[in-house]
């Protein structure tokens, strides 16, 4: 008889899969299976601790990165996508703007988490992300998640949730809080740097109630978007959007064309400087249009 899981964490080729309130180790038959954190399958029971992985149930939303040679899925059936960052050990502001267009190119719930918020340096980049992305409409939370997360508990309720965002901004220490006991492996910098150890190698979810899942990912150097089309870039940019349609021309690219409404935006600064030079350096980047 089959039963449905719920893959809960992956490593390589094994799974670990829930089954009723059972965790399994999940394997599978096929020598490459590419099923990830989120992903609902169906199985059958080995024995008391191994479940073999035979069947995908259809995914209602995956959550996956690019570049020019791969493509990497990072969790699937997510409903909200939390933005994680923090000034410290470095931001990078282009990392936040290209999973913000990811959710919008996927019709994804999105949030933004600026974490750290007690750090002296953070009430300028605080600052910051609420003047490029609170003013386009993005919700923004600030946390210092290291003290509490309450402000995050009634946004993330009967969702699942993924926590997406670079090494070291706090994505497991927000995940531990929410979960309050040590069971997602936090990565202390400090630690790390010695040892080149203690960092979560794999994305894991968490049950905070019944309906209400975390999945704390590793953390991404970058967050490639190389799969998106040109023509529908600038759909994804909420303070672009509402003026398609009013450049001269039909097909412009809104980078070098005449009468381009969305430039004329940028040079009378009505837009970000940023988002405008963001939105060039992101269409140059896409997957060469092939004629
Ligand atoms: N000051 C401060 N440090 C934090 C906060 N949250 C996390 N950290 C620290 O940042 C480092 C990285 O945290 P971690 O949760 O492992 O980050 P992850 O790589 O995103 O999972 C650890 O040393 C944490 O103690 C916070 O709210 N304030
Ligand atoms: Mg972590
Ligand atoms: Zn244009």
């Not at 799974?15 to 199985?43: F, I, N």
């Not at 049950?207 to 999945?215: C, G, L, P, V």
């Not at 600064?269 to 939105?279: A, F, G, I, T």
Request: charged content about 20%.
């Amino acid at each position: 008889m089959k039963h449905q899981g719920l893959i809960t964490s992956s490593y390589g080729r094994m799974y670990k899969v829930l089954v009723g309130d059972t965790y399994y180790h999940g394997v599978t038959k096929a020598k490459k299976s590419d099923y990830v954190v989120g992903d609902y399958v169906l199985v059958d029971i080995i024995n008391q601790e191994q479940a073999q992985i035979t069947d995908l149930i259809p995914r209602n939303s995956l959550i996956y990165r690019s570049d020019r040679y791969k493509s990497k899925q990072i969790a699937s059936n997510v409903d909200q996508i939390i933005v994680v960052t923090s000034v410290t050990p470095n931001y990078n502001l282009d990392f936040i703007s290209n999973s913000l267009i990811f959710a919008e190119s996927e019709c994804i719930s999105v949030l933004l988490v600026v974490n750290k918020s007690l750090l002296n340096e953070s009430k300028e980049y605080i600052a910051l992300i609420n003047e490029l992305y609170g003013s386009i409409g993005y919700l923004v939370v600030t946390l210092n998640g290291i003290d509490s997360v309450d402000a995050l508990i009634p946004l993330i309720k009967n969702k699942t949730n993924v926590l997406i965002g670079q090494s070291g901004v706090g994505k497991s220490t927000i995940t531990n809080q929410l979960l309050q006991k040590k069971s997602a492996k936090t990565n202390d910098i400090m630690k790390s740097h010695n040892s080149g150890k203690h960092t979560t190698t794999n994305a894991n979810l968490y049950f905070i109630d019944n309906e209400t899942k975390i999945i704390d990912c590793p953390g991404l150097q970058e967050f490639g978007l190389y799969h998106l089309e040109h023509d529908r870039l600038i759909e994804y940019f909420p303070e672009f959007k509402k003026y398609i349609g009013q450049c001269k021309f039909a097909n412009c690219k809104h980078i070098e064309e005449p009468n381009c409404i969305i430039r004329e935006l940028f040079t009378n600064n009505l837009v970000s400087k940023y988002r405008y030079e963001y939105y060039v350096r992101l269409y140059t980047s896409l997957r060469p249009i092939i004629k």
